[in-house]
């Protein structure tokens, strides 16, 4: 049972959606579920009907809800309206998306970071359902706060910490899109959940203590001990930690250290790729040697016999233009990061095939490639 009063209110201050003319509704009529009034045991009857036209994935939905009420005057339950609840299953009372629709933005935008110009395109092209870039905003923002609540009821975070000894904390801010307040973030270590957020004007002791006093009472709620506080080395986290959270070790975030050295490591590791791209030349030169050498005679047209058996010469020839193409990729590679450097993958791949030149140059003075072969002399004076 919901009370409509709330509802209509609500509604009211939401901009109703301007619906094109030719849309094509499904129509579900709603009822209120009860039958008897709850409070005088008489029959309620209908007293309006609240027309709500929705979005979902499966085309437009218009609702028709059943507004019911108790029509014996004395009651006191007479002035309220009631609403059916079965409309809450589908969106909420206010609402111009569904819950699946509300559900598919959220998701495609937190797990898989599409931007709100994609989702926009996306409902529009695939689903039918045009909206603003402010609706889309005004409805992920829902969705947050309908994600958020869930993660932080008091059961839930309870049944996930039942077997968890201490809990190990981070705090960090986060650089917010131009025009923003920092966003601060409390994560739990051991469970990998975000604990909660708050956008903060500034980075201030006292401000930043309200969280820390929070993260007290959370992890005191759970009746958990803190083992360990992780976090960059700002002013208001070391002083703040140390004041709220007295004899918890605190330790300086590994991820921010590796960030500090990834610099560094990356603009070494980049002169060297440019210094061994330098040397590796002349790879085009060798490839249009080859290619220049590798005109087949063309079979009369028409002529359906077996294509000859490759030539030596034309095998050597293949041979050298994967090798070409082998280290032009080696060459081109920017995969990696600063723990796997891409200069050091690439010196290990020209490495091996330098060594694997080696192998053939050797094989080739041992007599088993022909010594006549015009290929060989280009690759060895390339490498
Ligand atoms: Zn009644």
Not at 310 to 333: F, H, K, S
Request: include cysteine.
């Amino acid at each position: 049972m919901l009370v409509a009063q709330h509802i209509l209110d609500k509604e009211g201050i939401i901009m109703p959606y301007c619906w094109p003319e030719d849309t094509g509704f499904t129509r579900i009529e709603l009822a209120v579920e009860e039958r008897w009034c709850q409070t005088c045991g008489g029959a309620l009857t209908t007293c309006d009907h609240r027309h709500h036209r929705v979005f979902t994935l499966n085309g437009p939905l218009h609702l028709v809800c059943k507004l019911a009420h108790c029509p014996t005057r004395a009651c006191p339950a007479h002035p309220q309206t009631l609403s059916p609840e079965a409309e809450t299953a589908i969106t909420m009372p206010w609402w111009v998306l569904g819950w699946d629709v509300v559900c598919w933005l959220g998701q495609r935008r937190f797990a898989r970071h599409w931007s709100v110009g994609q989702l926009r395109a996306e409902l529009a092209d695939t689903y039918q359902i045009r909206l603003s870039a402010d609706a889309i905003e005004t409805y992920i923002h829902r969705y947050q706060q309908m994600l958020a609540a869930r993660r932080q009821a008091p059961d839930q975070l309870a049944t996930a910490y039942a077997d968890v000894e201490a809990v190990m904390l981070a705090i960090d801010g986060l650089q917010p899109e131009k025009g923003h307040e920092t966003l601060y973030v409390v994560r739990e270590l051991e469970r990998k959940r975000v604990w909660f957020a708050e956008p903060l004007l500034s980075s201030a002791t006292t401000e930043v203590q309200q969280l820390l006093v929070q993260a007290r009472i959370w992890a005191e709620r759970l009746g958990k001990r803190v083992r360990l506080w992780i976090s960059d080395k700002q002013d208001a986290f070391v002083r703040g930690i140390a004041a709220e959270f007295p004899g918890v070790p605190h330790r300086y975030c590994a991820n921010h250290f590796l960030r500090d050295v990834a610099k560094p490591v990356l603009d070494a590791d980049s002169r060297a790729k440019v210094k061994m791209r330098r040397r590796i030349r002349g790879l085009r030169a060798i490839e249009r040697e080859v290619l220049a050498e590798q005109r087949p005679a063309v079979p009369a047209h028409g002529a359906e016999t077996n294509p000859p058996a490759p030539q030596p010469e034309a095998v050597a020839r293949d041979v050298v233009l994967e090798y070409c193409a082998a280290t032009r990729g080696i060459l081109n590679d920017d995969q990696g990061g600063p723990l796997h450097p891409p200069g050091i993958r690439m010196a290990e791949a020209l490495g091996e095939v330098h060594a694997s030149l080696q192998r053939n140059l050797e094989a080739q003075k041992g007599g088993l490639l022909r010594t006549d072969s015009p290929v060989w002399p280009a690759t060895s004076t390339g490498g």
